[in-house]
């Protein structure tokens, strides 16, 4: 559709002050017409042209005042983003044809940003992916680096007026605010406008004779009036087009009724004064506003206090091995800094960006991009944090960023690796709030209906109190506030959770599947023996070297046993074609030795009538069995205690890849049908579907190195995490190896915050059932129902915390 322009003059006919389509902020000066549509200025204007020829006017259908104001404000340039080196600081990934990057932007207010934000799409095709973190104001792109550039990205986000906020100089460290400034513009006009209201109603406070001082009273009204408008349509917007917004989608949300106790009281007030008929109530509608806005600058504040973002090494409890004078160490994520230098074993996820430095590098960026094809790098080149080594050689890569705490959480919650069930109590919430606020219409009409005939007073204060005291806040609040405190516990005593919901998911679940080896066994201890033809100093160091590059439990103690036995560390020799096979075991020619170590299935089949024993490692070097390891099988601390707290909560199960040397000792535990050995990776991922098939929900806990399918398709994937680098993002929750056998206490503690999310659902009833009771009887003014409103929500934010701590420090958490 073209556009056609009308002239840009003022026209006569204009006798009233019109508002601009897009911002909605009076054009005073001048007049610019698009069609039947007026606009402030030009940079509004361009806007929805942009929009409109994009179809996505549906912007303004969400938020009537979803725009914001360009009038005065100069196009910036982004020239500077032409700039490879600017580029390579800003971006979160890129590998020549994708690009990821994200930025915050302060303009975002509502709805209709987020749906506009997450429709780029359409503005640019070079745009694939876009998404919102609206508590943040951050928007996360995705983009192709054949169509579009990060100039572009950025050009057109500032065309529709989200200029995003850029500071090369803090770029690491660049925070922002917890809450807008101009929140605190309208707090402020709310609290002076209440304070001069009162003062000003002093009159009628103190009982003065209206009829010898009739002409203050009117003056003091009207002023009063003056005093209520940018009260209402300033400090209170925010309610009023929330409620509109609502309005027009269909849907009554709770900024309804308060909205419509605004309005009364201000109807009913200007009536009065205007008449002489009274005073108003001008002063409980300022006390209203004031106090809701500090309840809600209270929320605010404290939900950002237990923001769920904790730091990376909450989120990330997995150590790299860093190289430095002083030889090799693991170190925790938080240790790492810019400019040294860490090694990156097989299969083993990449924690900052880094430049390679040696190693032949194949990356795997399906935690990232989502596509599994691995990517070729040599030396020099950049290589991006969620991108996971599956190349056979350890790699060496110096740093060049610090670990971002962000980026990782960004990474984890990516809705690729979330799954998609609620629980009860968020459903519940979410049913509360469908109907709460048309009970409370119906409550607020029948109480002005029943009282209009006796006292019109009484009916407007009683109308309006009904609407401002029933608050559905204390159901919403109590599931961030109970489990996102129950996070942090846990977080605090080392098992981390993705969200929220997990809380209540981990304690409804009855099928509990357990990974053997790395899981309720000890990965690096144990007694360890070869038997066999003794091993030659040489085939030692090749089986040093064949171990080395590999994360498998049996390997890593097979390299920790050779290496205890090294005399003299030699010349190592050139390493072709290693390769492992998940659960089976490692090859390679070494020199002029072709090794195998692992499984018996893994040995050739002419040659496993050699290996008379089922369980061990076994070695054949040149296609010639040469013996076996064999290891102790030792259990974590406080295993038995672990699986008979699961047995009793439901039926328990044992999949593991090895063989069923253990299943005798475990038998009296497990039912015997119910201990599998010898299991893929696929036999594992197609037990849990067929118990999800049966209708079971099942949790599933392993170590993330061979059973990540199951992992992601269980309702609840639990991570064992050592001291080594084995982060799998398919998982819900990650618990460090030395807490395993707290877990029967962490899965209570989950059990028990979601009763007190079921209690708190009920101190918010028996609140709304007490305050109606009193506001229908006029017993309560609208100034108090304004106070208790937020003071509801803020016991039940105060219960939450209180009674969660209380609850961690019963149970010695």
Not at 401 to 409: E, F, G, M, P, R
Not at 417 to 442: R, W, Y
Not at 575 to 598: C, N, R, S, T
Not at 732 to 747: C, G, R, V, Y
Request: contains cysteine.
């Amino acid at each position: 559709m073209e556009l056609q322009i009308k002239d840009t003059t003022v026209q006569d006919s204009i006798s009233k002050v019109d508002a601009c389509f897009h911002c909605g902020e009076s054009c005073e000066e001048n007049h610019i017409f698009l069609e039947d549509k007026v606009f402030c200025c030009e940079g509004c204007k361009t806007v929805y042209e942009i929009l409109n020829q994009n179809d996505l006017c549906q912007y303004y259908q969400i938020d009537e005042k979803a725009g914001f104001s360009l009038k005065g404000q100069a196009r910036l340039e982004y020239a500077f983003l032409d700039d490879p080196s600017v580029v390579e600081r800003l971006v979160d990934f890129t590998d020549g044809k994708l690009t990821k990057v994200s930025f915050f932007l302060p303009q975002i207010h509502c709805a209709s940003c987020i749906w506009l934000l997450e429709n780029l799409y359409k503005l640019n095709s070079g745009i694939t992916h876009s998404r919102v973190n609206f508590l943040k104001k951050e928007v996360f792109i995705s983009f192709l680096n054949e169509e579009t550039t990060l100039r572009g990205i950025v050009e057109i986000l500032d065309s529709i007026g989200y200029s995003p906020s850029i500071n090369l100089n803090d770029l690491e460290e660049n925070e922002k605010p917890v809450i807008e400034r101009k929140f605190y513009y309208k707090m402020g006009v709310a609290g002076f406008a209440f304070g001069n209201i009162m003062l000003l109603s002093f009159p009628e406070y103190l009982g003065l004779d209206k009829t010898s001082d009739d002409l203050f009273f009117q003056i003091f009204g009207y002023l009063n009036i003056l005093l209520a408008l940018p009260l209402i349509f300033y400090s209170g917007q925010d309610y009023l087009l929330s409620a509109w917004n609502g309005i027009k989608q269909k849907t009554l949300n709770i900024d309804v009724p308060i909205s419509l106790g605004i309005l009364s009281l201000f109807g009913r007030s200007v009536f009065e004064i205007l008449t002489h008929t009274g005073a108003g109530y001008l002063d409980s509608l300022a006390g209203l506003v004031f106090f809701l806005l500090i309840g809600k600058w209270f929320q605010q504040r404290t939900y950002h206090h237990i923001s769920f973002e904790r730091d990376y090494k909450s989120y990330f409890p997995i150590a790299a091995l860093l190289k430095d004078e002083q030889g090799t160490r693991s170190v925790s994520l938080d240790q790492l800094t810019p400019g040294q230098t860490i090694i990156v074993k097989h299969q083993e996820l990449i924690p900052a960006d880094a430049f390679l430095l040696s190693g032949k590098a194949q990356i795997d960026y399906s935690f990232v991009t989502g596509e599994s094809a691995p990517v070729d790098c040599q030396p020099g080149e950049k290589i991006y944090a969620g991108g996971r080594q599956i190349g056979t050689d350890p790699i060496e890569l110096n740093l060049s960023k610090k670990v971002s705490q962000s980026y990782l959480t960004e990474l984890w919650n990516d809705e690729a690796f979330t799954k998609k069930q609620n629980a009860d109590s968020i459903k519940l919430a979410d049913k509360v709030g469908k109907v709460f606020t048309v009970v409370i219409l119906l409550i607020a009409f029948t109480t002005l209906f029943y009282w209009l005939p006796k006292d019109m007073s009484v009916a407007i204060n009683t109308f309006t109190a009904v609407l401002i005291i029933a608050c559905p806040c204390a159901v919403a609040l109590a599931i961030p506030f109970i489990f996102g405190n129950a996070i942090r516990v846990l977080g605090a005593h080392h098992f981390y959770l993705k969200n929220t919901s997990i809380v209540e998911r981990l304690s409804q679940i009855s099928n509990i599947i357990f990974d053997k080896t790395g899981t309720i066994t000890l990965r690096e201890e144990g007694k360890i023996q070869f038997e066999g033809l003794p091993l030659k100093d040489y085939e030692c160091e090749d089986l040093i070297q064949l171990t080395s590059r590999s994360g498998h439990p049996a390997s890593r103690r097979i390299y920790q046993f050779l290496k205890a036995q090294q005399k003299k560390p030699q010349s190592e020799n050139e390493i072709l074609d290693w390769k492992e096979e998940i659960g089976k075991g490692v090859q390679a020619k070494i020199g002029d030795h072709f090794y195998k170590l692992g499984s018996k299935s893994f040995m050739p089949a002419n040659l496993q009538s050699d290996c008379k024993m089922e369980e061990g490692v076994y070695l054949m070097i040149n296609d010639k069995i040469r013996g076996y390891f064999a290891m102790d099988t030792l259990f974590r601390e406080g295993t038995w205690d672990v699986l008979s707290y699961f047995q009793k909560k439901g039926d328990i199960y044992l999949l593991s890849g090895d063989n069923d040397k253990t299943k005798t000792l475990l038998s009296p535990i497990f039912p015997s049908d119910a201990l599998l050995y010898r299991q893929s990776p696929k036999d594992k991922l197609n037990f849990v579907k067929a118990l999800q098939k049966e209708g079971q929900e099942v949790i599933m806990i392993g170590d993330g190195l061979n059973d990540a399918g199951a992992l992601q398709q269980s309702d609840a994937g639990v991570v064992i995490s050592e001291n080594t680098n084995n982060f799998t993002p398919a998982c819900e929750a990650i618990l460090e190896a030395k807490q395993f056998s707290l877990l029967p206490k962490f899965i209570n503690f989950c059990h028990l915050s979601t009763k007190l999310v079921y209690f708190a659902y009920g101190l918010a009833l028996i609140y709304n059932i007490i305050g109606l009771s009193f506001a229908v009887q006029g017993a309560l003014s609208p100034i108090i129902a304004a106070i208790l409103m937020p003071l509801s929500s803020i016991s039940i934010v105060t219960f939450g915390l209180i009674s969660s701590n209380l609850l961690a420090r019963k149970m010695g958490l």
